[in-house]
């Protein structure tokens, strides 16, 4: 079997044009695995605040600061691409801004709280925005029975992507340490590494990913206007797209456990297991091994089964994560749970995005995308903060924040038994689009 098959694609979408797309989750993957997971967050909290009890708390609050402006940026920027047909060229600009903040995390040394704080709001917004461009995309390539398939695709190559930077990263810090190189020296190259790997894998993306939309013959005030209008329509037609919003529900919530670990698992495990930077960068390695296997196996399996069940075992897996790493009282089961963390990881953000392109009708891509976005990037504010605010209230119990975590994976579970798949399809057929066969 092709490691791309034609048969899970749209009519004129070639191989070449899928691997440039999926290329870009193999671009940014490595913003989110050295800078959000492995690196900056324990860096920012026990250098740049220079240890001390708010640090943990205060990092969160600046990624809910910058995903809030994500929220509020992308129905503007979803109609503005809409109208000029312009979702490429935005791609572009956010990745540009993207890089050029994570090369500015190179000069943060201990006490830049303003530089740090700065440029993380502004590369994670760019990258958020980026992601959201991308996932916009994946209903023109692959076919609406294939989307889990194709889904997987990016996703597992994205995890290489973050291994590739995570590995360059980690042989920096190995050699670094092995001359008895500070941390303000190792890490601020780290960020400078993943700045280079993140612009060279794009380039490959903006070559081969084609623009298919055409310019509307509105103004872009006049879209804009339009695509609030939509977006508050949207949001409340819920007999209509009954399916999407108990999906956007769902996706809040265990969007909200998935964001916490990804911004605190590296917190974690040196405040509660005293990992050192290359043991916790080790540790990332494996799960992005486990999660790129994950995401590009169960992309397959989840065509199967269907989305919605393989969202539900993915959800399991994360609670009985969750709870391994709070019992952990030594590296072993914290690995064991690392492993399973990456198993889930990427199969659960394919299963979701997946089920968000079964529900959006093929004329209002952008528009759908954009509310999926904006429910993952108020998870994305949740997640983190109730961490850093359960640790911060309980002077430092990273346990009862874990804990806090696992419960936001429950009631995803729950929400999720409320989602018809057989009923949300016939919705977005309503509205113009095809069913799945």
């Known amino acids: 079997m092709p490691l791309f098959d034609t048969q899970a694609l749209n009519p004129g979408v070639a191989r070449r044009e899928v691997f440039g797309w999926a290329m870009y989750d193999f671009a940014n993957s490595g913003y989110t695995t050295v800078v959000l997971t ?3 967050n324990a860096y920012f909290v026990g250098v740049v605040a220079d ?3 708010w640090g943990t708390f205060v990092w969160t609050l600046v990624l809910g600061l910058s995903n809030a402006l994500v929220m509020l940026a992308t129905p503007v920027l979803g109609a503005w691409a809409d109208a000029r047909a312009a979702k490429k060229l935005l791609l572009v600009a956010t990745t540009v801004g993207c890089v050029l903040a994570t090369a500015a995390l190179g000069g943060v040394g201990r006490g ?6 700065g440029a993380i709001v502004v590369s994670n917004f760019c990258y958020a925005i980026g992601e959201q461009l991308t996932a916009a995309f994946l209903p023109e390539l692959a076919q609406r029975k294939a989307m889990g398939r194709v889904s997987g695709w990016g996703w597992s190559l994205g995890y290489f992507g973050g291994m590739l930077t995570l590995g360059l990263s980690l042989g920096y810090v190995i050699w670094a ?4 190189l500070p941390a303000t020296h190792f890490v601020p190259v780290t960020m400078l590494i993943t700045a280079v790997v993140y612009a060279l894998a794009s380039l490959a993306t903006f070559a081969l990913l084609k623009e298919r939309a055409v310019p509307q013959p509105v103004s ?6 339009t695509a609030l209008q939509r977006l508050h329509r949207t949001w409340h037609e819920a007999r209509r797209f009954e399916d999407f919003r108990w999906l956007l529900a769902c996706a809040v919530f265990y969007q909200a456990g998935i964001a916490g670990v990804i911004a605190l698992a590296a917190i974690y495990a040196e405040e509660v297991l005293g990992f050192k930077q290359t043991q916790t960068m080790a540790l990332i390695f494996l799960v992005n091994i486990a999660s790129a296997a994950g995401a590009f196996a169960f992309g397959y399996w989840q065509d199967r089964i269907g989305h919605r069940k393989a969202l539900g075992l993915t959800l399991w897996g994360w ?3 969750t709870l391994l790493a709070m019992a952990a009282t030594t590296p072993g089961p914290f690995w064991v749970a690392a492993v399973i963390a990456g198993l889930c990881m990427g199969s659960s953000q394919s299963a979701g995005r997946a089920l968000a392109g079964l529900f959006a009708p093929p004329d209002r891509l952008a528009e759908f995308y954009g509310l999926w976005t904006f429910a993952t990037r108020a998870s994305a504010i949740v997640g983190p903060i109730t961490y850093g605010l359960v640790t911060w209230l309980t002077g430092g119990n990273h346990r009862l924040g874990i804990l806090s975590t696992g419960l936001f994976f429950v009631v995803g579970l729950l929400l999720l038994r409320r989602i018809d798949v057989t009923r949300g399809q016939a919705a977005a057929l309503a509205a113009g689009a095809p069913s799945e066969k």
Do not use: N, Y
Request: negative net charge.
């Open 220 to 225: 872009v005030k006049g879209a804009v206007g």
């Open 177 to 180: 340490q092995g001359q008895g």
């Open 51 to 53: 240890g001390a009890d």
């Open 112 to 117: 830049d709280l303003w530089l740090a704080v």
């Open 319 to 321: 609670v009985l994560m």
């Open 38 to 40: 492995a690196v900056f």
